[in-house]
């Protein structure tokens, strides 16, 4: 079974227009971290935002929020006020267990594209 | 966070043929990853680089193919050997160290294979 499910391939929103991209994810473990990363056609992985499995409050981040509904297992994330530069490949991706060291486990990712 | 120098930005090389990616970092740190992302597809873990140890590599992949060293704590290496058109590939190395719950990835190696 798929750990991190990111149903949506390809998004488009317009400029200035909230946009959110959906993840949901599969663990047995109480202890985990979800983590958002954006890919634009460079390829660099740019850090966006972290949730911890026991925290409390949602995830904020300037134009970023992480929508955490535990019970469903989804993490989506937000983004406010969408910008050109905004396009770009967006994963999520999630660290198992307490131990902050063990590797990521990736989605397959969305696309979005940012129009005028 | 750490900052990671990973080499060769992108390369192009003949099949039958081995490259060596380097990754660097300005800090010391715990643990160091290295992962494919294949054209258009995520990222997949390759193996996980202890210092001072054998790699631990996941399903799929072996050290025979992907031979990793990590001599010290701020330094790693992924070859990719006896290459075919299916490794095509962009090569991320990442890192993980104890300062943030946060992970830091290279700018990544795009190889071709011709």
């Known amino acids: 079974a798929q750990k991190i499910t990111q149903t949506q391939p390809g998004m488009f929103v317009q400029e200035k227009e909230a946009v959110t991209l959906d993840c949901t994810y599969d663990?047995?473990?109480?202890?985990?971290?979800l983590f958002w990363y954006k890919q634009p056609s460079s390829g660099e992985m740019i850090f966006l935002i972290y949730?911890?499995?026991?925290?409390?409050q949602n995830a904020t981040e300037g134009r970023y929020s992480l929508n955490f509904q535990k019970a469903r297992k989804s993490a989506n994330l937000v983004i406010s006020a969408s910008q050109l530069g905004d396009s770009a490949m967006y994963f999520c991706?999630?660290?198992?267990?307490?131990?902050?060291?063990?590797?990521?486990?990736f989605g397959k990712g969305t696309t979005l594209s940012v129009s005028s | 966070s750490a900052v990671i120098s990973q080499k060769p930005s992108r390369d192009i090389c003949q099949r039958g043929t081995s490259l060596t990616i380097q990754c660097q970092v300005d800090?010391?740190?715990?643990?160091m990853f290295w992962y494919r992302q294949q054209p258009g597809q995520s990222l997949t873990l390759i193996a996980t680089?202890?210092?001072?140890?054998?790699?631990?590599?996941e399903s799929g992949f072996v050290i025979d193919k992907f031979p990793i060293s990590r001599p010290n704590l701020t330094f790693s290496t992924l070859t990719v050997s006896n290459m075919s058109p299916e490794d095509s590939s962009i090569y991320l190395c990442?890192?993980?160290?104890?300062?943030?719950?946060?992970?830091?990835f290279g700018s990544g190696t795009r190889l071709t294979v011709v």
């Open positions: 990442s890192v993980w160290g104890q300062e943030s719950y946060g992970y830091t």
């Open positions: 663990t047995s473990d109480p202890s985990y971290g």
């Open positions: 949730q911890g499995s026991y925290d409390q």
């Open positions: 991706a999630m660290r198992e267990g307490e131990w902050a060291g063990t590797a990521l486990i």
């Open positions: 800090s010391q740190v715990t643990m």
């Open positions: 680089a202890n210092q001072g140890s054998e790699a631990t590599y």
